[in-house]
């Protein structure tokens, strides 16, 4: 079970940091990610993070701007959001998948969490 945290309203150029926290023992054998889906569009891939963390990737429109990190003895991945921009405006998920490509290239996850709103205000 995963649950996401983190979200808030913010200021154009602010900063958030989404928390998403794994429930049971094998947290470090799942590689994570985070999508996002604003009002009237498709669900989008955000960031994705393997097992080691020895792999990460992103969006195009975050990149530069977005970290996505974990702490396995935590049970929690994060997603640091600097330099907002009103077009990061969405709920944004956290996923979890055995499989890094279907998180990355297959844009989809086996676990997902409900979900943590960002509004950034212009």
């Known amino acids: 079970q995963l649950q996401a945290s983190g979200g808030g309203l913010v200021q154009a150029g602010g900063s958030l940091r989404l928390s998403c926290a794994a429930s049971?023992?094998?947290?470090?054998?799942?590689?994570m990610g985070w999508f996002r889906q604003a009002p009237g569009k498709e669900r989008e891939f955000v960031a994705s993070?393997?097992?080691?963390?020895?792999?990460?990737n992103y969006a195009d429109s975050v990149k530069g701007r977005f970290t996505i990190s974990r702490d396995n003895a935590k049970n929690t991945a994060y997603l640091q959001m600097n330099r907002l921009k009103p077009e990061d405006t969405a709920l944004y998920y956290c996923?979890?998948?055995?499989?890094?490509?279907?998180?990355?290239?297959?844009?989809?996850?086996?676990?997902w969490g409900q979900g943590t709103q960002v509004t950034v205000s212009s």
């Open positions: 996923a979890a998948d055995k499989d890094y490509s279907r998180i990355y290239y297959g844009r989809t996850g086996t676990y």
């Open positions: 049971g023992r094998t947290f470090a054998t799942y590689n």
């Open positions: 993070i393997s097992v080691s963390a020895a792999r990460t």
